[in-house]
């Protein structure tokens, strides 16, 4: 199995413009969850899905910040305008029906940077 | 709400030299103690985990028991290796079940 795989791996863009993450999570796995790295602030759990749906976005920050997640294949997480403060690393993780929370399998992370 | 409260890093230490990296947490109830790993380039693994008070999570040479009279679940290991180098991550997960980070303690170890 590949993992989960995010994209890309690397972000460099300029304030104001929009910034869109991608991660198509384990086959089979129903549960998806993005989350943002930052020194200050640690690991912060944003958004999770069960089964292509939203569950909890009380971890997004503001309004500029949303997540979809068309099928079980393939979710985005857009930052639109994004702010140098939105610097961090996005990482999103898959988690198979039943089996524990902390069996989240973790993909290698984007490194959003805004100048 | 939960948190959990990781010694800031980093942790500098020889090859050989022994580990502590302390963790401690509030929580109300019993949670579920975990600690992750990040190698560089990494996501988190999951590298030990304890669920109930005086269990002990090992696993690679790392050790971690859950202390409820202290609220802690301290890393250890007796004898780092070069490759140990990452970033561990001290977790919780309660009663909502879900899981409530600490802010990672960075490892270095030299040569």
């Known amino acids: 199995d590949a993992g989960v795989i995010q994209s890309p791996r690397h972000e460099v863009t300029e304030m104001g413009q929009e910034v869109t993450l991608r991660c198509k999570p384990i086959?089979?796995?129903?549960?998806l969850f993005w989350y943002r790295q930052t020194m200050m602030r640690g690991l912060e759990l944003l958004i999770y899905f069960n089964n292509n749906v939203p569950i909890d976005d009380s971890g997004m920050p503001e309004d500029r910040f949303s997540a979809k997640m068309p099928n079980a294949s393939f979710s985005t997480l857009k930052i639109q305008p994004s702010e140098p403060r939105d610097s961090a690393v996005y990482f999103c993780a898959s988690r198979a029906q039943g089996s524990p929370q902390e069996t989240q399998y973790f993909g290698p992370g984007t490194r959003l940077l805004v100048l | 709400g939960d948190s959990v409260t990781q010694m800031e890093g980093p942790v500098t230490l020889s090859e050989e030299a022994f580990l502590t990296i302390n963790c401690t947490y509030t929580a109300t109830g019993y949670p579920s103690l975990f600690w992750y790993v990040q190698y560089p380039g990494e996501g988190l693994q999951l590298l030990l985990k304890?669920?109930?008070?005086?269990d002990k999570g090992s696993n690679k040479g790392f050790e971690a028991t859950y202390r409820k009279e202290t609220t802690s679940f301290h890393l250890e290991k007796g004898s780092v290796q070069v490759s140990d180098s990452a970033v561990y991550f001290c977790a919780l997960r309660n009663a909502g079940n879900m899981l409530t980070f600490g802010g990672g303690t960075r490892l270095m170890v030299k040569p």
């Open positions: 304890a669920t109930k008070a005086d």
């Open positions: 086959s089979g796995h129903n549960s």
